[in-house]
DNA sequence: TGTACATCAGTGAACGCGCGTTCACTGATGTAC
DNA sequence: TGTACATCAGTGAACGCGCGTTCACTGATGTAC
């Protein structure tokens, strides 16, 4: 690993090499210590080791920076979502796979929004649609956004659709700031896995 | 309503009189206007027609002033629930009752999250825990605080309480900042009574 | 009822800070000959 | 293979901004006599 690929603040070159991936990772890690109020471009900057206008080669202002973030923030949570979803059978009734697929997502959901809630909240903190916005920097290695991914899982079960979306959704933030926030690890999965639980039934 | 009682810009008297409310005043109207960080401690002594050193008089810094707003919000959603809770009567069945009051409590929540965006996530934006701080300041008119009202719609239903509580407060979020932000009024407010309804149904 | 005084809420000027953004520049790189 | 040149990514100094916070001060108010 050479110095312009770390985009570590030492450079032999007066090229960087590949600074905007290096300013988007810069801001995710500010936005994993501190949500997305945290992504500041001079702090990203330097953390490149680079001059603050060197940014405005990459990015038209810190709003297009931190689009940037926000979207690596959703392909991260999609990438946690497929990996739940990696661990299925394959096999079995119809009825029974439906379940087990929604019940990946959302464990896939939850433990992201646990394991990274800088990084959660700055998913869902962009300024435009989210839904509408299936751009492939949102997706994980499947090429799927999250809202995608939960669609599929939900698949035929449109109605209900805002529900699960809705419990899941809301535990996850009430675990990170809400009322739940002094919930500890092993309790708010157990919390997770309960609200799982009814949802499923509830469907 | 003289110039003091107002915190208006300008006034006669040297001592304004009620500078503590009229900051919290300015402040929430600023977290209504963006939400928690929008409460800025120098333009809430501006709209109060104060010089800003004056605000050191009544809190100790920023973070006091914010939490005062953000107690003031939740007071505000309290109201809003109780307001919700009066309009049912008081004779029936034991258990219709039980029901109504959880969709009051439910349609109350998401209302105030609709009709006040930026107070809803204020009063969700505490630095501490919020089920155990049972502050006056949090509460509504009935003394009871946000939480304190859910739990009691609640009543007996502890298993049941994270679904409840999580769906609500999720699809609250999503309407707002989440991926359904473009439903419009009614649509989010049809959406809303379904969600309500389930989860009346899963229990 | 009138006066001296202590209190303390609000003043206003100043501080250092980090931010986003701009601009004329410079020098490493890749290309055309 | 060697040289001239255009490109454009990164420099560094500067800008104005609004922020939170401090400090010695001032003057309206209420109280004690």
């Not at 946690?80 to 796979?97: C, D, F, R």
């Not at 959901?109 to 492939?136: D, M, V």
């Not at 535990?171 to 896995?193: C, F, K, P, Y």
Request: hydrophobic share 45%.
């Amino acid at each position: 690993m050479t110095a312009s690929e770390a985009g570590s603040p030492k450079r032999d070159t007066y090229r960087h090499g590949d600074l905007r991936r290096a300013l988007v990772e810069a801001g995710t890690d500010m936005a994993r210590e501190g949500g997305p109020g945290a992504v500041v471009l001079r702090e990203a900057t330097r953390r490149a080791g680079v001059a603050p206008s060197a940014a405005y080669r990459h990015f038209e202002d810190r709003r297009a920076l931190l689009d940037a973030v926000c979207s690596a923030a959703q392909a991260s949570l999609a990438v946690t979502i497929e990996a739940e979803l990696a661990g299925l059978s394959l096999y079995g009734e119809p009825a029974g796979l439906a379940r087990a697929r929604l019940r990946a997502v959302g464990t896939g959901y939850l433990r992201f929004a646990l394991e990274e809630p800088g990084l959660f909240r700055t998913a869902f903190s962009a300024s435009e649609n989210l839904r509408s916005a299936a751009s492939p920097a949102r997706a994980g290695e499947g090429g799927l956004t999250p809202f995608q991914l939960l669609e599929a899982a939900l698949d035929g079960l449109v109605e209900a659709e805002f529900l699960a979306w809705s419990a899941v959704h809301g535990l996850a933030l009430l675990l990170i700031d809400g009322a739940l926030r002094s919930l500890e690890g092993t309790t708010a999965h157990d919390v997770g896995q309960r609200v799982i639980d009814m949802v499923e039934r509830g469907l």
